[in-house]
């Protein structure tokens, strides 16, 4: 297939193990990449130094988009954006019915609505988004449902979508184990050694946020040593 013929993806970005992974799996589905990052007061904002690697290690550099949300910390109200809420050190468990004070509000419907943008313009014909049901039990915004809902929207709120060209929204580790993700990157060779997944934004992780938990859990399950640095 010509370079001008290949189908396109756009990938929610965020330097983290997950999105990283949906890097490689777009690849190896035959798309040609567009990366797109934000920047939204996250506390760990390394990681867009994170996404920045990614994209170089894949080639597309150039058409990354690394996007300013300044305002969803002007709203604060999740431990990532707000300094006042701690980053949990507790992995809410699949039965957990509370949503973890990780949560960004409308952080996701604010992403793919962006995405979407930069789909339409770049001739994508998919968005790659790695939102996960299993581990992340209790983000409303990693659900099934919200995915087709936002789908629906999107055929209905685009130009593509009103002439019948459509854009998907892809997930595929949405019932994933984390260990299942790894086992499934490793194997199409994703730099993992480039990502990191930590809440707490230091240099190196800490091992400690939830997000680390499920990190390391995921790499053990799988049999393999997480590449990235450990206080």
Known sequence: MSENNKKRAVIILSGGLDSTTCMGLAQEAGYDLFPISFDYGQRHKIEIENAKQVAEHYGVSARHKI?????????GGSALTDDTIDVPNVVNGPESEEIPVTYVPGRNLLFLSIATSYAEVTGSQAIYIGVNALDYSGYPDCRPEFIHKVEEVIALATKVG???KGITIETPLISWSKAKIVEEGLKIGVPYELTTSCYNGKAEACGECDSCRLRLKGFEEAGSKDPIAYL
């Open 162 to 164: 009103v002439e019948g």
């Open 67 to 75: 996007i300013k949300l300044d305002f969803l910390r002007d709203f």
